[in-house]
T-cell receptor
Framework: DTGVSQNPRHKITKRGQNVTFRCDPI?????LYWYRQTLGQGPEFLTY????????KSRLLSDRFSAERPKGSFSTLEIQRTEQGDSAMYLC????????????FGPGTRLTVT | DQQVKQNSPSLSVQEGRISILNCDYT??????FLWYKKYPAEGPTFLIS?????DKNEDGRFTVFLNKSAKHLSLHIVPSQPGDSAVYFC???????????FGKGTSLLVTP
């Protein structure tokens, strides 16, 4: 399977704990995006990378959220000191710059904060 | 502030008929528009896109129409099939490589 993969698919954590999610994009895609989706809403953009450079991070929800893409391949999204309001689906997408096609999404990581 | 709006939360259509899903946007800087389909427990799947230099793009049973003056786009599915039943999201960006702004989605049900 050469699509976007995300791990874990589900994560249950207690309030105050840190969590980290991983995204592996389609191999030749140089752009990688993170979104969050809550119930009844469309995906909400968080941040994106071109290769290893994080080009937009002002839409990260708070300073508890951070993302990395150290070698321009996989990416991680970390949430520190989780809160119940962080419960959501976290989606990763990738795209080849210059391609007319849209962003390709992974299956998401569902986070539940208890 | 919702810059992309899908005002119909749900739509029911009979198999074989046309499904029309609508989307409005408020940001005149948007110049690239997409439709995604989403099944439960899966990520959104890219369907079709259109840039602001066009007013129509077609791919098989799916056609997207863009009316820039009205800031409105629509997705036509002809003929509709039961497998088309899913949530459809409209998205827009200021450029094809940038962040997508999504609507809240329209749940389409195609009945046999």
């Amino acid at each position: 399977d050469t699509g976007v993969s995300q791990n874990p698919r589900h994560k249950i954590t207690k309030r105050g704990q840190n969590v980290t999610f991983r995204c592996d994009p389609i191999s030749e895609h140089n752009r990688l995006y993170w979104y969050r989706q809550t119930l009844g809403q469309g995906p909400e953009f968080l941040t994106y990378f071109q290769n290893e450079a994080q080009l937009e991070k002002s839409r990260l929800l708070s300073d508890r959220f951070s993302a990395e893409r150290p070698k321009g391949s996989f990416s991680t999204l970390e949430i520190q000191r989780t809160e119940q309001g962080d419960s959501a689906m976290y989606l990763c997408a990738s795209r080849l710059e210059g391609s007319p096609a849209g962003q390709y999404f992974g299956p998401g990581t569902r986070l539940t904060v208890t | 502030d919702q810059q992309v709006k899908q005002n119909s939360p749900s739509l029911s259509v009979q198999e074989g008929r046309i499904s029309i899903l609508n989307c409005d946007y408020t940001n005149s800087m948007f110049d690239y528009f997409l439709w995604y389909k989403k099944y439960p427990a899966e990520g959104p799947t890219f369907l079709i896109s259109i840039s602001s230099i066009k007013d129509k793009n077609e791919d098989g049973r799916f056609t997207v129409f863009l009316n820039k003056s009205a800031k409105h786009l629509s997705l036509h599915i002809v003929p509709s099939q039961p497998g088309d039943s899913a949530v459809y999201f409209c998205a827009a960006s200021g450029g094809s490589g940038y962040a997508l702004n999504f609507g809240k989605g329209t749940s389409l049900l195609v009945t046999p």
